[in-house]
C-alpha cells in the first residue's frame, strides 16, 4: 500500500515535470539535452509500474491469502460459537436445575426454621410455666438458687438444645417429687418486720409451708419470694389459728389449718389491711365517730342492764292484789308490791296507799305515779337518737373532705397515677362506712329500748286501771271508806 502511494506521487511530480517542459519553448540544444532526462524519467517510471504491479500481485495474493484466513478463522469462530452456545444451552439448563434444587432446600429451610422456632417457643413456654410454677412452689425456699437454670433458658438468645429441655425436665420431675414430701428443717426466713431470722420451717408438700421463729416463737405462714430467693413470712394469723400450728410443729397434734391455693389466700391476706389500717385512712373524723359509737355503747349498756331488770310479766302479781284488795287485806297487799322492785310495783304501791281517796283523786295518784317512772324509763333515749343521727353525718362529713383533697390532688398531680387519688378515697369511703356502722345499731338499738319502754309504760297503765276498778269495787262511796 505504501509503495502505490509513493508511485502515485512520484507519477505527479513526473507529470508536472513533464507539463512544464512542454510549456516552455524549447532550444534546438536544450531539447537535445533533455531528452535523455526523459527517456530517463520515461524508463525509471516503467520500473516503477513493473515494480507497482508485481507489488499489487504480490498484495493480491496477501489479499487472498488474508481473505482464506479470515474465512477460516471465521468458520473457526462460527463453530466455536456455536459451541459455546451449546454450552451454555447446557449450562442454562444446569442453571435451572441447580435454581429449582435451590428453592426446594430454601423451602425446606424455611419448614426446618419454622418447626425450630416453633419447637424453640414450645421450650420457652414450657420453661415460662415452670418459672411460674417454681416462684409460687414453697419447695423452691428450701433449695437456694433453683431459678437460675431456668432464668437463663430465657435469657439466652439462642434456641435451646437437648440440655435445657433435660434442665426443664428434670426440674419438672423434681418438683413432682418433692410437692409430695412433708419436710421439717432449720432455716432462714425474712420475718414480718424484714429482718432475715432463724426457726422451723415445716413444708407441707406444695400446699403450705409453716414457720415458727426462734427469737419470739411467733408462728404463721410463709411464701417463697423470688425477689429475695427466701422464705418469706407473709401472716400472723390468729390465735386459734397460730395455736394449731405450734401444737402441730411440736408433734403435739396431726391436724393442722393448710392453704389449698398454693399460697394464693396467705398472700391475699398479707395484703388486706388490718382495722387499724383501715381506720387510720379514714382520717381526723374517724375519732369523733368512734367517740360517739362509744358513748352510745356506754349508754346502751346502761339502758340494758336497767331494762332487763324491769319485769314486764306482772299479770299473776296483780291477780293477787286484786283477790287481796277485794278481800280488803290491803296490809298484805301493799307489803307484796313494797317487797317488789320495778316501776309497775311502785304504780301500784301509789295507788293502794291513797285507795281511801276519792276516784279522781285516785286516778291522778296513779297517774302522778306513772309520770314520776317515764323520765326513769326513757333516759338516755334522747340522747341515742341524737347520736345515731350525728354519726352518719359526720361520715357525710368525712366524705365531703376526701373528696376535696381528691380533687386537690387531681388539680396538682392530674389523674394518671391513681394512688396519687388513694388516700382522699379512703378517706371518704372509711368515713362513711364507719359513720353508717356506727348509726345503724344506735338506731336499732334506740328502736328496742324505745318499743321496750312502751311495753311497760302500757303494763303500767293496765295494771294502774286494774287497781282503780278493784278499788273502786271494793269501795264505791268514797264518801264512806270501808278500810
Not at 447 to 454: G, I, L, P, S
Amino acid at each position: 500500500m505504501k509503495n502505490r502511494v509513493r508511485f502515485c506521487l512520484f507519477m505527479v511530480i513526473l507529470l508536472f515535470l513533464a507539463a512544464a517542459t512542454l510549456a516552455v519553448t524549447p532550444t534546438p540544444a536544450t531539447a537535445s539535452e533533455k531528452a535523455p532526462l526523459l527517456e530517463q524519467a520515461l524508463t525509471l517510471v516503467g520500473k516503477e509500474q513493473s515494480a507497482a504491479r508485481s507489488e499489487k500481485k504480490l498484495t493480491e495474493a496477501e489479499i487472498k491469502k488474508a481473505r482464506t484466513a479470515l474465512r477460516a478463522a471465521r468458520d473457526a469462530a462460527a463453530r466455536k460459537v456455536n459451541a459455546l452456545k451449546a454450552k451454555l444451552k447446557e449450562q442454562e439448563a444446569e442453571l435451572d436445575k441447580l435454581a429449582a434444587e435451590q428453592q426446594n432446600l430454601e423451602q425446606k429451610s424455611h419448614k426446618a426454621l419454622y418447626q425450630l422456632n416453633e419447637l424453640a417457643g414450645v421450650v420457652r413456654s414450657s420453661a415460662r410455666d415452670l418459672a411460674s410454677l417454681l416462684e409460687n412452689s414453697p419447695v423452691s425456699g428450701d433449695e437456694p438458687d433453683r431459678l437460675k437454670p431456668v432464668s437463663a433458658i430465657l435469657n439466652d438468645n439462642a434456641y435451646p438444645g437437648m440440655s435445657e429441655i433435660k434442665t426443664i425436665t428434670d426440674l419438672y420431675l423434681d418438683e413432682m417429687v418433692k410437692s409430695g414430701e412433708i419436710r421439717r428443717s432449720q432455716n432462714s426466713f425474712i420475718n414480718l418486720d424484714g429482718r432475715r431470722v432463724q426457726g422451723e420451717i415445716v413444708r407441707l408438700g406444695a400446699l403450705s409451708t409453716i414457720y415458727q421463729s426462734e427469737t419470739d416463737k411467733s408462728c404463721g405462714y410463709a411464701v417463697y419470694g423470688p425477689e429475695n430467693d427466701a422464705l418469706l413470712a407473709v401472716s400472723q394469723p390468729g390465735w386459734r389459728v397460730e395455736r394449731n400450728l405450734k401444737k402441730f410443729i411440736a408433734g403435739e397434734g396431726n391436724a393442722v389449718y393448710l392453704d389449698f391455693s398454693g399460697g394464693e389466700a396467705v398472700r391475699r391476706l398479707a395484703l388486706t389491711p388490718s382495722s387499724w389500717e383501715q381506720l387510720r385512712s379514714g382520717g381526723i373524723l374517724v375519732w369523733p365517730i368512734l367517740l360517739v359509737g362509744l358513748v352510745a355503747l356506754l349508754l346502751s349498756c346502761e339502758r340494758f342492764f336497767f331494762l332487763s331488770r324491769v319485769k314486764s310479766n306482772t299479770d299473776r302479781v296483780m291477780g293477787k292484789i286484786v283477790k287481796l284488795v277485794e278481800a280488803g287485806d290491803f296490809r298484805q297487799s301493799l307489803e307484796l308490791v313494797e317487797n317488789r322492785k320495778g316501776p309497775v310495783y311502785r304504780v301500784l304501791a301509789a295507788g293502794l296507799s291513797a285507795r281511801k281517796a276519792p276516784r279522781d283523786v285516785l286516778e291522778s295518784v296513779l297517774e302522778e305515779a306513772i309520770l314520776k317512772e317515764l323520765p326513769r324509763l326513757e333516759k338516755f333515749l334522747p340522747t341515742l337518737q341524737v347520736l345515731a343521727a350525728i354519726a352518719p353525718l359526720l361520715g357525710l362529713l368525712g366524705t365531703v373532705t376526701g373528696m376535696i383533697n381528691t380533687f386537690q390532688v387531681i388539680t396538682v398531680y392530674g389523674a394518671g397515677d391513681p394512688r396519687m387519688m388513694s388516700g382522699g378515697i379512703s378517706e371518704a369511703l372509711v368515713t362513711t362506712k364507719l359513720g353508717l356502722t356506727v348509726a345503724i345499731p344506735i338506731i336499732l338499738l334506740h328502736t328496742w329500748f324505745a318499743r321496750r319502754v312502751d311495753v311497760i309504760i302500757g303494763d303500767m297503765e293496765e295494771k294502774s286501771v286494774s287497781l282503780s276498778i278493784a278499788l273502786q269495787d271494793r269501795n264505791p262511796d268514797p264518801e264512806r271508806p270501808a278500810g
